[in-house]
């Protein structure tokens, strides 16, 4: 099971990038997936999650009405359209499972069962994204 993220890069504040995440051994279906990232000298932070059950989306504050989560039809490709970049938006970005939590308004990391979140610790490579101010 690897996770592969791809479509980082150098960009001007207010540009555009689109990231990918491809799975390699199995897909996305039924599963919660999302974006994370990690700014530097920061811990790593929820950005998007979307649930290939219902389609239900769910982002961070910050990134609202910029970024745009999205799949493929057969959910082997997560991307994450990223509009409108801020400086702050700079970062390694990874894909992994993930769960909203509701109550704190906060995406986490991890797989949900039972009422409970099992952590996750496969994160691939990330892909660095530098916005330039």
């Known amino acids: 099971v690897q996770l592969v993220e791809s479509g980082g890069g150098l960009v001007q504040v207010g540009g555009s990038l689109r990231l990918s995440c491809a799975a390699s051994?199995?897909?996305?279906?039924?599963?919660?997936i999302g974006w994370f990232r990690q700014p530097p000298g920061k811990e790593r932070e929820g950005v998007s999650c979307?649930?290939?059950?219902?389609?239900?989306?769910n982002y961070r504050d910050s990134v609202k009405g910029r970024f745009t989560i999205s799949s493929d039809k057969g959910w082997s490709t997560v991307s994450l359209q990223m509009d409108n970049l801020q400086s702050e938006d700079t970062a390694v970005y990874y894909c992994?499972?993930?769960?909203?939590?509701?109550?704190?308004?906060?995406?986490?990391?991890?797989?949900?069962?039972?009422?409970?979140?099992?952590?996750?610790?496969?994160w691939g490579q990330g892909t660095q994204v530098i916005v330039l101010s």
């Open positions: 992994g499972p993930c769960s909203y939590d509701g109550t704190k308004g906060t995406i986490v990391a991890g797989f949900p069962l039972l009422g409970s979140i099992v952590p996750f610790d496969g």
């Open positions: 051994g199995f897909t996305f279906d039924r599963q919660q």
């Open positions: 979307i649930s290939s059950t219902d389609g239900t989306t």
